[in-house]
């Protein structure tokens, strides 16, 4: 059962790049939630403004007007020494790029944000994450000596490892074959019914999205679009009227 208290929202968030004819607006008031207990998919065509919000929500980024929160604390204006404190608490995160650090093995890279943290990972959760991701067999491996499916699969059990109220995935399956996508993808999928995990992802694909619960559309750093129950059928065919959409929305702001 979907909480109604929101693991992330945006309020009235504009972000803006560069100044007179070079300026480009990445967000124009994007007003958003995303419910704990969920699996939300961004997507849009390239310049479109999704990891500009994910960044934004997750406090990698600032903005320029509105408010961005994670549970009920507002991030907007955080001292960074503020932000980070909050990051490492309350956020957890997955890239394309997996991000490992390669001296250490997939253990220690598990385990390192409670380190960072000052704290002592739950070796119990870490045993139920690992099991869960088939890495039982792998822990004392560096990432050198893992495939990429292993190494985003580690960074998926990182990501979980202190229990952040949110999960934010830019790309997560970007840089992987169909099968390690897809298990990464399961895996994403089974956090939230299993272990009651929030994620939000950045994909592109609409194979991915249709893992989510919910996607949300946008176009030229606009959201024109919110889906629940995607399919990737359904998600192509909305994409493919996407002029169509922000041409709408456009009018609907000008009226």
Known sequence: MTSASPAASASDVWKVYGNGEAQVVALR?????????????????????????????????????????????????????????????????????????????AQENITLPAAIAGTKADDEWVKQITKTLDLDERLHHKPTEL????????????????????????????????????????????????????IVMVTHDPGAAAYADRVVFLADGLIVDDMADPTADAVIDRMRHFEELVAARTESEAA
């Open 29 to 105: 008031d994007i007003n958003v939630q995303f419910h704990k207990e969920q699996f939300t998919a961004i997507m849009g065509p390239s310049g479109s403004g999704k990891s500009t919000l994910m960044h934004c929500l997750a406090g990698l980024d600032t903005t320029d007007r509105g408010a961005v929160s994670i549970g009920e604390t507002v991030i907007t204006g955080m001292k960074d020494k503020q932000l980070t404190k909050l990051r490492r608490e309350k956020i957890g995160f997955i890239f394309q790029q997996f991000n490992l650090l390669p001296t250490l093995t």
């Open 147 to 198: 495939s990429g499916g292993q190494q985003q699969r580690v960074a998926c059990a990182r990501a979980l490892a202190t229990r952040p109220e949110v999960i934010f995935a830019d790309e997560p399956t970007g840089n992987l074959d169909t099968r390690s996508g897809t298990e990464v993808l399961r895996f994403l999928r089974q956090s939230v019914d299993q272990f009651g995990q929030t």
